[in-house]
């Protein structure tokens, strides 16, 4: 997909891709700039990657066209690890901090042994605690003394339907992946999933080998019982493949 119209207010969404597949650009649009002269950029970021395909840095100008400046994060991963199961290949990275554009560190990551389980985090010298459910998906998020400092709803195929106060919520969302406010977009590891359409923004690159006929299609209309942490191939929620 490299555009998406949002039809109730015209809202256009542009997607860039490197030669490997990789999404390298999301601009938002006040409307189709393709056949409208008056179309204003919102918003727009840029993604870039390490050589083995996990993305390391995002670029975000959050006001677009506007004055503003364009903030730098940075994702400091955590190479394989052989105590945690692999959702697909030989590797697991997982991101144990980030950092801003100067490479300062702004918050670390405390994660368990199996993929995308994630306990919480440690930001300005506090740390805050991760209540979850059964696809791992974020529901609560809670202080030092146990106060709910954010709580999340989500529909069935993951879009937040209600939350309390996101600056609390960390990198992480449904089924415990990373979700991007500027694009609205999951990044599921291989590819990027965008709940409002409940489908991948690209096709799968097994191919036909992960087993559905659909390519874009999310783990096949499933979003309960299935979950799909590699990108790659869905997996029954609470197995390790």
Same mark, same amino acid.
């Given at each position: 997909?490299?555009?998406? *119209? ?6 256009? &969404? ?7 597949n990789?999404?390298?650009s999301?601009?938002?649009w ?8 008056t ?19 995002k670029?975000?100008?959050a ?31 997982d991101? &144990?901090?980030v +950092? ?9 990551? +405390? ?19 991760? +209540? ?25 195929f993951?879009n *937040?339907?209600s ?10 969302? &449904? ?13 599921n590891r ?10 991948w923004?690209?096709?799968?690159? +097994?191919?036909?080998?992960a087993g ?8 096949k ?14 997996q ?6």
């Amino acid at each position: 997909m490299t555009k998406k *119209i949002v039809n109730s207010s015209g809202v256009t &969404w542009k997607y860039g891709y490197s030669n490997k597949n990789q999404l390298t650009s999301v601009d938002k649009w006040s409307e189709d700039p393709d056949t409208e002269g008056t179309a204003v950029l919102q918003s727009s970021a840029d993604y870039q990657y390490d050589a083995l395909g996990n993305r390391n840095q995002k670029t975000v100008d959050a006001d677009g066209s506007g004055g503003g400046s364009a903030v730098v994060t940075r994702f400091a991963l955590e190479g394989w690890n052989p105590a945690k199961a692999n959702p697909i290949g030989t590797e697991n990275f997982d991101i &144990w901090a980030v +950092l801003d554009g100067s490479s300062s560190l702004t918050s670390r990551n +405390l994660d368990g042994d199996n993929v995308d389980q994630h306990l919480g985090y440690i930001t300005g010298g506090n740390a805050y605690w991760y +209540l979850t459910d059964h696809l791992g998906s974020t529901r609560k998020v809670l202080d030092n003394a146990a106060t709910v400092k954010d709580a999340l709803v989500y529909d069935a195929f993951g879009n *937040i339907t209600s939350e309390t106060d996101s600056s609390f919520r960390g990198l992480y969302a &449904w089924t415990g992946r990373e979700f991007d406010v500027e694009s609205q977009l999951q990044n599921n590891r291989a590819r990027y999933y965008d709940p409002p359409t409940a489908r991948w923004i690209s096709q799968d690159p +097994l191919g036909f080998d992960a087993g559905d006929s659909n390519l874009y299609r999310y783990v096949k209309n499933k979003a309960q019982i299935l979950k799909d942490p590699s990108g790659n191939k869905a997996q029954a929620v609470g197995i390790q493949v």
